[in-house]
């Protein structure tokens, strides 16, 4: 594992988005793993920012939402397929049918989500997975005791994560109680994970992640075991590391 601290926030942005770069300038055929949330906001608005100053063209490349809720419409504005062309699709200029979000409406979810498997390696595979990490360890929506080995499947939310996306909703109560998300094996399987995180509020995390033990009970810490996984922090996030 590599980690990076950075002085804030946007700093975070434009550090992970020079290594994001790196890694997905050149290959014919980019493909990159997405993360919603408050995490990536910065990187992505950086490699907006480079796409408008024609620095960095991804308009070849091909996108994976990392998770989706259960039961809401794609055209609800928390909806991820939203929040992935609101924040990702629109202002990196990608083409939109290149760009994929698990289906959470679907009647036969587990048969979609091994259609989404299927669909990321025909695709050849994740080349860089950016990832957000909960409160609690999650990375995607792979809440503690998530088997190691998962693939994109049905879960069910923790009451804590519900509380955390709160924020995005009127109430707690239209929290959807359920997700699709790629598996921890599906995140393993990507080239290079780039984690970001930001704020005293992910200390904990970040260090149980980095130092701690790696066990079922904190999903992130199998990242350990990632080849070649990056964590870029800023200096609050960082605070707990020893
Ligand atoms: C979202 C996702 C989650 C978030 C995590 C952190 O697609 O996969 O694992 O990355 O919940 O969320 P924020 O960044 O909002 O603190």
Redesign the pocket.
């Known amino acids: 594992m590599e980690i990076v601290i950075c002085k804030d926030p946007q700093d975070v942005g434009k550090v992970a988005a020079d290594r994001v770069i790196s890694y997905l300038e050149g290959l014919p055929t980019p493909v990159i793993g ?7 906001l910065a990187l992505y608005e950086e490699l907006a920012r480079r796409v408008e100053a024609g620095t960095f063209d991804f308009s070849h490349g091909l996108g994976f ?3 989706e809720y259960v039961g809401i419409p794609r055209s609800h504005a928390e909806s ?1 397929h939203s929040v992935i062309t609101r924040t990702v699709v629109e202002p990196l200029r990608m083409d939109p049918a290149r760009v994929r979000v698990p289906d959470g409406l679907a009647s036969d979810l587990q048969a979609a989500a091994d259609e989404y498997d299927e669909a990321i390696e025909l695709a050849g595979g994740v080349d860089v997975q950016i ?5 609690n360890g ?4 792979n809440e503690p005791f998530s088997s190691f080995s998962s693939r994109t499947r049905v879960k069910t939310l923790t009451p804590e ?1 519900r509380e ?2 709160a924020r995005f909703f009127d109430s707690i109560e239209q929290v959807p109680t359920h997700c699709v ?1 790629q598996g921890l094996g599906t995140i393993m399987d990507s080239r290079v994970a780039v984690l970001v ?1 930001s704020g005293e509020r ?1 200390a904990e995390a970040v260090a149980a992640m980095v130092e701690g033990p790696v066990a079922a009970r904190f999903p992130a810490s199998i990242l350990q075991f990632h080849p070649r996984a990056i964590v870029i922090v800023d200096e609050a996030a960082a605070s707990k590391l020893e």
């Open positions: 997405l993360a919603t949330g408050s995490s990536p939402a990392l998770d991820y990832l957000g990490i909960g409160s999650h990375i995607g929506f994560t955390d996306n998300t995180a992910k």
